[in-house]
């Protein structure tokens, strides 16, 4: 039975497909994957007796119940069933390997009707056609392209909120749909808005597609630390070609918003606390998805998001309340948003928090005015899930009609899922709410449509036909092991890594040990592959490297948060007879990503009372961590001789690890959030301030002083962080000039030399401080970095160019302005280990 299956199961609602991954070390394990709903089942426990199989699972939202399922093989088939709570049993047969894409039947029906070219269209032309077609609309109508419906009301057991899905496309009610995913499930909503609804107008599909659609890449907290905004646009783009194929148009993303809080989940979903480099990637991810055009078939619609300072929720904790200064939203969290923008980002989605006491989502100064009037936005504003009605929830409207009135009078275009917007007709009626308004915001929907080409041919993102060429391919598969490669970060090593030429030289036996030693989840939250079964674990990737198995010892340990009966008894007994251990610790990926925010950001319990026993041996202990924010390691983190930050590294993560770990790929990525050395430094992060009462070399020991009285101030690891299996020096920073003036440039010079015996990459970052300002400026600040190869002895010397535009920020008296006065320029390998020089500029 070991190997993969498949088996298609015929319910009440739909076709499904499970895949089934077997596989087998000291116990059988089982993976689970199905479509077209890709279900993140998490199996528990796996049972063999004979030919039968029996295992039972959990999934996130349905807390202590179980899935069970059980297999009976003969031959090349199966026979079994399985028993969902909420849906009953389903009886199964099946048979190896991955099996026939269900799309496939589509073909036939879809290709017929698809047009083979559509006209290209100006933007005059869409505005002309628009216009006649808003003049044949009602109000009502106007307002049906205005809400976003979830794609299925199919649950496993939650209530049904509104009419279904179907019943609000065909009555014009829908304009966009949430998650279909599945492009069946796509062309079967489609036909009925273009053969059933008034005007016939095709939908939008929108999904959530954050670091891959089939082919999984790193989280982007993960793909952030490549600081390669090239190889992160090369991954969206292949994100888009592979969601396209299957209808989704419109996508949920970038998440751009700046994480300075590891207790909130959701840092794991953008680039880190950094706005240069928030802004880079922002740039990125919305010319990978968007590609050239919006009318190729094979791009999506980036959606920035969540406009704005989500990230700043107090406590870390999801959805809370955000309570910053305009010098912080605009120095800080504004930057990726306005280079989302700049990059043509045809959407905006609002963040669920307050912003002077008002919830975002009915707030006119920043969304009417800061995003569309000031930064000129003229796309299409989406509420995030239910932020309309929640403007109620807030307390700042009395209920969801005039939460309804607010949104709409902030210019908010897109309702998604609840449906406040019904009272929009009988609001314009009243006069709360002008005509025009609606009409606006059915303006900026139908004109996407143009753009998209979906007006013209309804169902050219429905492409059965792509999906097997696409999904998963070897070329993108690649791309994602490149990228988990350049975004893992070797935080720390006394020389035990690589594994094959390291201080522990040649080795006999290694043992692999931890819940991520042979664990598939490995692709991070907000992922809804199909071929998570698929994901290759950290043991796969080191037995591909052709360590042979008898010396590749592995014990699970412990859950990820659960003591396993007897398990650390079995991770001592195979620890003791290995040279070097590997402790593949962290978080499963339902411990970050939206509603996932932790109180300690610590590994939990269980784990740390199995490192604390494979410590004690005494052994060389490398741990490979697993996780979707930074932790606080404490005296873990002092005790490995070698530490690697994987995050969730996606499809290929245990490949990559496997070569990172023997030294096939120098590991080259930085951090791009600090890790705090105690949770109560956090928020920590490198470009804060300096207070009137900062620390110094010669202070460190007086009272009144800005600093804890029981620990440091300084995170462990610092942003821009980041060890190779080689060494850099940096020598002879040099500026060509002491004082620009006006547009003038001056440029920083420094020598960079790979001191060590193999070749490597590293990242070269340049920080300038404004020493004085009409408001304090933080004390660096990320201005330009280089990422250069150097092989062993080599030395570069590395330019960087200043002027004007690096000087520049917001301040209340003189808006985006450049200050004259004194700054310094700091060079160097992380932003807490760099050379500087001062330098001056005189004014404009
Ligand atoms: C999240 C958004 C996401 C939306 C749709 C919300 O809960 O905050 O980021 O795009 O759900 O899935």
Same mark, same amino acid.
């Given at each position: 039975?070991?190997?993969?299956?498949?088996?298609?199961?015929?319910?009440?609602?739909?076709?499904?497909?499970?895949?089934?991954?077997?596989?087998?070390?000291?116990?059988?394990?089982?993976?689970?994957?199905?479509?077209?709903?890709?279900?993140?089942?998490?199996?528990?426990?796996?049972?063999?007796?004979?030919?039968?199989?029996?295992?039972?699972?959990?999934?996130?939202?349905?807390?202590?119940?179980?899935?069970?399922?059980?297999?009976?093989?003969?031959?090349?088939?199966?026979?079994?069933?399985?028993?969902?709570?909420?849906?009953?049993?389903?009886?199964?047969?099946?048979?190896?390997?991955?099996?026939?894409?269900?799309?496939?039947?589509?073909?036939?029906?879809?290709?017929?009707?698809?047009?083979?070219?559509?006209?290209?269209?100006?933007?005059?032309?869409?505005?002309?056609?628009?216009?006649?077609?808003?003049?044949?609309?009602?109000?009502?109508?106007?307002?049906?392209?205005?809400?976003?419906?979830?794609?299925?009301?199919?649950?496993?057991?939650?209530?049904?909120?509104?009419?279904?899905?179907?019943?609000?496309?065909?009555?014009?009610?829908?304009?966009?749909?949430?998650?279909?995913?599945?492009?069946?499930?796509?062309?079967?909503?489609?036909?009925?808005?273009?053969?059933?609804?008034?005007?016939?107008?095709?939908?939008?599909?929108?999904?959530?597609?954050?670091?891959?659609?089939?082919?999984?890449?790193?989280?982007?907290?993960?793909?952030?630390?490549?600081?390669?905004?090239?190889?992160?646009?090369?991954?969206?783009?292949?994100?888009?070609?592979?969601?396209?194929?299957?209808?989704?148009?419109?996508?949920?993303?970038?998440?751009?918003?700046?994480?300075?809080?590891?207790?909130?989940?959701?840092?794991?979903?953008?680039?880190?606390?950094?706005?240069?480099?928030?802004?880079?990637?922002?740039?990125?991810?919305?010319?990978?998805?968007?590609?050239?055009?919006?009318?190729?078939?094979?791009?999506?619609?980036?959606?920035?998001?969540?406009?704005?300072?989500?990230?700043?929720?107090?406590?870390?904790?999801?959805?809370?309340?955000?309570?910053?200064?305009?010098?912080?939203?605009?120095?800080?969290?504004?930057?990726?948003?306005?280079?989302?923008?700049?990059?043509?980002?045809?959407?905006?989605?609002?963040?669920?928090?307050?912003?002077?006491?008002?919830?975002?989502?009915?707030?006119?100064?920043?969304?009417?005015?800061?995003?569309?009037?000031?930064?000129?936005?003229?796309?299409?504003?989406?509420?995030?899930? =239910?932020?309309? *009605?929640? $403007? /109620?929830?807030? !307390?700042?409207?009395? +209920?969801? @009609?005039?939460?309804? &009135?607010?949104?709409?009078?902030?210019?908010?275009?897109?309702?998604?899922?609840?449906?406040?917007?019904?009272?929009?007709?009988?609001?314009?009626?009243?006069?709360?709410?002008?005509?025009?308004?609606?009409?606006?915001?059915?303006?900026?929907?139908?004109?996407?449509?143009?753009?998209?080409?979906?007006?013209?041919?309804?169902?050219?993102?429905?492409?059965?036909?792509?999906?097997?060429?696409?999904?998963?391919?070897?070329?993108?598969?690649?791309?994602?092991?490149?990228?988990?490669?350049?975004?893992?970060?070797?935080?720390?090593?006394?020389?035990?890594?690589?594994?094959?030429?390291?201080?522990? =030289?040649?080795? *006999?036996? $290694? /043992?692999?040990? !931890?819940?991520?030693? +042979?664990? @598939?989840?490995?692709? &991070?939250?907000?992922?809804?592959?199909?071929?998570?079964?698929?994901?290759?674990?950290?043991?796969?990737?080191?037995?591909?490297?052709?360590?042979?198995?008898?010396?590749?010892?592995?014990?699970?340990?412990?859950?990820?948060?659960?003591?396993?009966?007897?398990?650390?008894?079995?991770?001592?007994?195979?620890?003791?007879?290995?040279?070097?251990?590997?402790?593949?610790?962290?978080?499963?990926?339902?411990?970050?990503?939206?509603?996932?925010?932790?109180?300690?950001?610590?590994?939990?319990?269980?784990?740390?009372?199995?490192?604390?026993?494979?410590?004690?041996?005494?052994?060389?202990?490398?741990?490979?961590?697993?996780?979707?924010?930074?932790?606080?390691?404490?005296?873990?983190?002092? @005790?490995?001789?070698?530490?690697?930050?994987?995050?969730?590294?996606?499809?290929?993560?245990?490949?990559?690890?496997?070569?990172?770990?023997?030294?096939?790929?120098?590991?080259?990525?930085?951090?791009?959030?600090?890790?705090?050395?105690?949770?109560?430094?956090?928020?920590?992060?490198?470009?804060?301030?300096?207070?009137?009462?900062?620390?110094?070399?010669?202070?460190?020991?007086?009272?009144?002083?800005?600093?804890?009285?029981?620990?440091?101030?300084?995170?462990?690891?610092?942003?821009?962080?980041?060890?190779?299996?080689?060494?850099?020096?940096?020598?002879?920073?040099?500026?060509?000039?002491?004082?620009?003036?006006?547009?003038?440039?001056?440029?920083?010079?420094?020598?960079?030399?790979?001191?060590?015996?193999?070749?490597?990459?590293?990242?070269?970052?340049?920080?300038?401080?404004?020493?004085?300002?009409?408001?304090?400026?933080?004390?660096?600040?990320?201005?330009?970095?280089?990422?250069?190869?150097?092989?062993?002895?080599?030395?570069?010397?590395?330019?960087?160019?200043?002027?004007?535009?690096?000087?520049?920020?917001?301040?209340?008296?003189?808006?985006?302005?450049?200050?004259?006065?004194?700054?310094?320029?700091?060079?160097?390998?992380?932003?807490?280990?760099?050379?500087?020089?001062?330098?001056?500029?005189?004014?404009?």
């Amino acid at each position: 039975m070991i190997g993969l299956w498949h088996a298609i199961a015929n319910t009440p609602k739909m076709r499904l497909k499970f895949q089934f991954k077997i596989a087998r070390k000291t116990g059988y394990t089982l993976d689970i994957a199905s479509e077209p709903l890709a279900i993140p089942f998490k199996v528990d426990s796996v049972a063999v007796e004979g030919n039968t199989l029996r295992g039972t699972a959990g999934a996130f939202w349905m807390p202590g119940q179980s899935i069970v399922v059980k297999l009976t093989f003969d031959g090349d088939g199966f026979e079994g069933e399985m028993t969902i709570p909420g849906m009953g049993r389903l009886p199964l047969q099946g048979s190896k390997g991955r099996g026939p894409f269900l799309s496939e039947e589509l073909i036939d029906t879809v290709l017929p009707l698809r047009k083979n070219e559509i006209p290209a269209r100006s933007d005059e032309e869409i505005d002309r056609e628009v216009e006649a077609l808003l003049g044949r609309m009602t109000l009502e109508e106007k307002v049906g392209q205005l809400f976003q419906v979830p794609a299925s009301n199919f649950s496993f057991g939650g209530a049904v909120e509104t009419d279904p899905p179907e019943k609000l496309v065909a009555e014009g009610r829908a304009g966009s749909v949430l998650g279909a995913f599945d492009v069946a499930r796509v062309f079967e909503l489609q036909k009925l808005a273009v053969e059933k609804s008034p005007h016939g107008i095709p939908l939008l599909f929108n999904a959530d597609i954050i670091h891959g659609a089939q082919t999984i890449f790193p989280v982007p907290l993960a793909w952030s630390c490549s600081w390669e905004p090239e190889a992160v646009k090369e991954a969206c783009a292949i994100a888009a070609k592979e969601a396209s194929a299957s209808g989704t148009v419109y996508n949920h993303g970038p998440m751009v918003d700046i994480g300075r809080d590891p207790r909130w989940g959701r840092v794991v979903e953008g680039a880190g606390e950094d706005p240069y480099l928030g802004a880079l990637m922002a740039k990125a991810q919305v010319e990978g998805f968007q590609g050239a055009t919006l009318a190729d078939p094979e791009t999506i619609v980036a959606c920035l998001k969540h406009f704005i300072a989500y990230g700043a929720a107090e406590g870390g904790r999801d959805y809370n309340t955000v309570d910053i200064s305009e010098m912080a939203l605009r120095n800080v969290f504004l930057p990726p948003f306005q280079a989302g923008l700049e990059a043509g980002a045809a959407s905006v989605m609002n963040s669920f928090n307050i912003y002077q006491g008002v919830p975002v989502a009915a707030s006119e100064p920043l969304l009417k005015e800061l995003l569309r009037g000031e930064l000129g936005f003229d796309g299409v504003l989406i509420s995030d899930y =239910g932020a309309v *009605e929640e $403007i /109620a929830v807030h !307390g700042h409207a009395r +209920d969801a @009609r005039e939460a309804a &009135g607010m949104a709409a009078r902030a210019t908010m275009d897109i309702e998604m899922a609840t449906r406040s917007y019904e009272f929009l007709p009988e609001l314009v009626e009243a006069g709360v709410v002008p005509e025009a308004t609606v009409t606006d915001s059915a303006r900026r929907i139908l004109r996407l449509k143009y753009k998209l080409g979906l007006m013209d041919d309804p169902y050219r993102y429905v492409r059965p036909e792509k999906e097997r060429d696409y999904h998963f391919n070897e070329e993108h598969l690649q791309a994602s092991l490149e990228l988990a490669r350049k975004s893992a970060v070797l935080l720390h090593n006394d020389g035990t890594l690589p594994i094959r030429s390291g201080k522990a =030289g040649r080795l *006999e036996r $290694i /043992a692999l040990i !931890g819940p991520f030693a +042979d664990s @598939r989840d490995l692709l &991070g939250p907000w992922q809804f592959s199909r071929f998570s079964h698929e994901t290759v674990t950290l043991y796969e990737g080191l037995l591909g490297k052709g360590i042979p198995p008898e010396r590749l010892l592995y014990a699970q340990g412990c859950g990820v948060e659960e003591p396993l009966p007897g398990g650390i008894e079995a991770a001592l007994e195979q620890a003791a007879t290995a040279d070097l251990v590997v402790l593949a610790l962290g978080e499963s990926s339902d411990m970050s990503g939206e509603a996932a925010s932790r109180l300690s950001i610590g590994l939990p319990e269980p784990q740390l009372r199995l490192a604390e026993a494979v410590l004690a041996l005494g052994k060389p202990v490398v741990l490979v961590l697993t996780n979707g924010r930074p932790l606080v390691l404490g005296e873990l983190g002092e @005790r490995a001789n070698a530490i690697l930050e994987t995050w969730f590294l996606g499809s290929q993560a245990g490949n990559a690890i496997a070569d990172l770990l023997t030294g096939d790929y120098n590991p080259s990525g930085k951090l791009t959030m600090s890790f705090p050395a105690h949770a109560g430094q956090v928020p920590v992060y490198y470009n804060g301030f300096r207070t009137g009462r900062p620390v110094t070399d010669s202070n460190a020991n007086s009272k009144f002083i800005s600093k804890y009285i029981d620990g440091p101030n300084e995170p462990k690891y610092p942003f821009g962080h980041g060890l190779s299996y080689t060494t850099f020096t940096y020598s002879g920073v040099r500026a060509d000039r002491a004082s620009i003036a006006g547009d003038d440039k001056l440029t920083v010079t420094v020598t960079v030399t790979n001191a060590g015996s193999v070749a490597g990459v590293e990242t070269v970052q340049l920080y300038i401080q404004d020493v004085h300002g009409s408001i304090v400026r933080p004390v660096k600040e990320l201005k330009g970095f280089r990422k250069l190869r150097l092989e062993p002895g080599e030395s570069k010397v590395v330019a960087f160019a200043i002027g004007v535009s690096e000087l520049r920020f917001w301040s209340p008296a003189n808006g985006y302005a450049a200050e004259p006065g004194a700054f310094v320029a700091y060079v160097g390998t992380s932003s807490a280990d760099t050379l500087s020089i001062g330098f001056e500029w005189t004014g404009a």
